[in-house]
């Protein structure tokens, strides 16, 4: 559906302090719907590194096609822990992501939990511009704030017996009903890279996205960007990165290993089993367009799958 029938208007609360929920305050950001309803689609956190965004954006990072409008983008996602569909800003409510920690483990030089804005602070952020293109078919270009994972791998100091990075979201079925429901799925959500994909440049460890802190249903407080590869690749709400010398397994590779592999590189020539990846359809607009290999972005990471084809 176009967003004109959703949405009228997009406009911040006024600014007497916003919402309180779960112990944090949010600026909502709402959207007008057709019976005139407002409703806030888009909560966004204080924190205690909130005054960090917006971050310089990288000027590196071109798009072929226009930014996403952030209600599009906000009230269109994926989070299977919430909802399988896509209006998971409507049960995110119950997640609280302060406080919140990272634990750092396996093959580094020291195993480690951190704070969330203790690990923010210690690295540099920025905003890049990417195109995000999910293994669905449908594809949208977002600005995100983060640090290059390759600055984040490199401050943990890996032993060089790590061969790949293993992260996990937050195992909370009182905050997400499909881990209390879809019980026979592989909770919780794991993702994983090589060592050479998590050390490319595009690689980010995300806080932001719209020059300011993610809200919950982007997969706050910190997520993955793998632009090349399928959305489902950018796991969500990570509380564990893994250091380690065997390939991880993945949620999607878990549930349905004949449909979703451990690289899910963006490919037109490789279909889905049950769908073409030819062309994709950009959300808030539905024009189509052809997908590219490695959506795009080949000239940075071919040469990783040179040898393997
Ligand atoms: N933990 C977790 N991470 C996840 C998902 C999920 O269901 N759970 N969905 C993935 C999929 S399929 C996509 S396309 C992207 C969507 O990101 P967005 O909602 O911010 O656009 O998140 C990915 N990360
Ligand atoms: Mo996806």
Redesign the pocket.
């Given at each position: 559906m176009g967003r004109r029938r959703f949405l009228r208007d997009l406009g911040y609360m006024s600014a007497a302090g916003g919402i309180f929920l779960s112990g944090l305050e949010f600026n909502g950001i709402f959207g007008v719907f057709e019976d005139g309803r407002k409703e806030d689609v888009i909560k966004v956190p204080k924190t205690p590194t909130s005054h960090l965004y917006p971050a310089r954006r990288n000027p590196g990072f071109k798009l072929d096609r226009p930014l996403t409008d952030e209600l599009v983008?906000g009230k269109?996602?994926?989070?299977?822990?919430f909802s399988t569909g896509k209006s998971?800003w409507k049960h995110v409510d119950k997640m609280q992501i302060r406080p919140w920690t990272v634990e750092v483990a396996g093959l580094v030089a020291k195993p480690r939990t951190y704070d969330i804005d203790e690990l923010v602070r210690m690295m540099r952020l920025e905003e890049r511009l990417y195109r995000?293109r999910?293994?669905?078919a449908w594809a949208?270009a977002v600005p995100w704030t983060g640090f290059p994972m390759r600055d984040f791998v490199k401050l943990m100091n890996p032993l060089s017996s790590a061969k790949y990075i293993r992260m996990q979201?937050f195992m909370k079925p009182e905050w997400a009903p499909s881990q209390r429901l879809r019980f026979w799925q592989p909770w919780p959500?794991e993702e994983g890279l090589t060592m050479a994909e998590a050390t490319n440049e595009l690689t980010m460890l995300v806080t932001g996205?719209y020059g300011h802190e993610l809200p919950r249903?982007?997969?706050a407080p910190l997520?993955l960007i793998t632009p090349w590869k399928?959305?489902?690749?950018?796991?969500?709400?990570i509380v564990r990165i893994e250091f380690t010398d065997r390939q991880p397994a993945t949620?999607w590779n878990t549930a349905a290993p004949d449909e979703y592999d451990f690289f899910a590189n963006v490919n037109p020539n490789i279909p889905h089993p049950r769908w073409s990846q030819k062309t994709e359809k950009i959300i808030g607009t539905d024009e189509e367009r052809q997908t590219i290999l490695y959506n795009g972005y080949g000239e940075y990471v071919s040469d990783i799958y040179k040898k393997a084809g």
């Amino acid at each position: 559906m176009g967003r004109r029938r959703f949405l009228r208007d997009l406009g911040y609360m006024s600014a007497a302090g916003g919402i309180f929920l779960s112990g944090l305050e949010f600026n909502g950001i709402f959207g007008v719907f057709e019976d005139g309803r407002k409703e806030d689609v888009i909560k966004v956190p204080k924190t205690p590194t909130s005054h960090l965004y917006p971050a310089r954006r990288n000027p590196g990072f071109k798009l072929d096609r226009p930014l996403t409008d952030e209600l599009v983008a906000g009230k269109y996602n994926n989070f299977y822990e919430f909802s399988t569909g896509k209006s998971v800003w409507k049960h995110v409510d119950k997640m609280q992501i302060r406080p919140w920690t990272v634990e750092v483990a396996g093959l580094v030089a020291k195993p480690r939990t951190y704070d969330i804005d203790e690990l923010v602070r210690m690295m540099r952020l920025e905003e890049r511009l990417y195109r995000l293109r999910c293994v669905e078919a449908w594809a949208m270009a977002v600005p995100w704030t983060g640090f290059p994972m390759r600055d984040f791998v490199k401050l943990m100091n890996p032993l060089s017996s790590a061969k790949y990075i293993r992260m996990q979201t937050f195992m909370k079925p009182e905050w997400a009903p499909s881990q209390r429901l879809r019980f026979w799925q592989p909770w919780p959500y794991e993702e994983g890279l090589t060592m050479a994909e998590a050390t490319n440049e595009l690689t980010m460890l995300v806080t932001g996205i719209y020059g300011h802190e993610l809200p919950r249903q982007h997969g706050a407080p910190l997520r993955l960007i793998t632009p090349w590869k399928y959305g489902f690749k950018s796991i969500k709400s990570i509380v564990r990165i893994e250091f380690t010398d065997r390939q991880p397994a993945t949620f999607w590779n878990t549930a349905a290993p004949d449909e979703y592999d451990f690289f899910a590189n963006v490919n037109p020539n490789i279909p889905h089993p049950r769908w073409s990846q030819k062309t994709e359809k950009i959300i808030g607009t539905d024009e189509e367009r052809q997908t590219i290999l490695y959506n795009g972005y080949g000239e940075y990471v071919s040469d990783i799958y040179k040898k393997a084809g």
